[in-house]
């Protein structure tokens, strides 16, 4: 069932473990993602870029996709349809289109500027029962056209975010869009604990999941983490395989050029990636 992400998250963070979001790119993404929740009996958020929607043709087609899926799958576990990083204008038309949550992306605007449009979307996303994320501080690297510095946030900046009544708040404490690369200084657990020393019980989100080792994941579920977000993960898997099955000559075999054969290693890769990270931000069985 499509649902806002309020209730997952605040019971991600009393029983102290991470929903995943999972971005999704086309139907065979999405498809994989909702499976494999479904089995693990997981919570699931799926995410949503200003660049993939536009891929997809619109957010209008991408929220009428999630949402006859989930019903033709028989999806019971609750389901998130999530913008990531959105920008204002994006916020207003995913509300339109029938997303169930949204995150505003206001990181790159000075704090002042970020307040009064995050405390104008808290108001409207409250009237519409939607889920809110903010950004404070930024993530490195780029997603998707979305590119950060990777400054650690500032703990004041974040309460001060938080106390606007926003759902879920993500903080840059040194994570990374993409492949992370060899000279990374890891995360900054002292920015991670000071945050939530002062947001209390606030979800906090990191981004950039792909390659953070497993043992940073867990002290930053320790420390808080209710939300992980991972994308570049899922399509180097679904990458690998199709290339593997190529390389083998399998297109070439009786009917492997068909799409629906040709795409079918890539989604079976994603569902497997994404059951590897379920199992490991601890939300099987959650839901
Ligand atoms: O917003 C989405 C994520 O932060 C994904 O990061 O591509 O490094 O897994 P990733
Ligand atoms: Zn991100």
Redesign the pocket.
Known sequence: MLVSAKEMLEKAVEGHYAVG?F?INNLEWTKSILLTAEELKSPVIL?V?EGAGKYMTGFKTVAAMVKAMIEELNITVPVALHL??GTYEGCYKCIEAGFSSIMFDGSHYPIEENVAKTKELVAVCAEKGLSLEAEVGS?GGE?DGVVGMGECADPQECKMIADLGVTMLAAGIGN???KYPANWQGLSFETLDAIQKLTGKMPLVL?????IPEDMIKKAIDLGVAKI?????CQLSFADATRKYIEAGKDLEGKGFDPRKLLKPGADAIMQTVKEKMELFGSVGKA
């Open positions: 979001q971005n995410g870029s990531d990083h993530i997603e990374i869009h993409g981004h950039g999941g792909t390659g977000n991972v994308n570049t993960e």
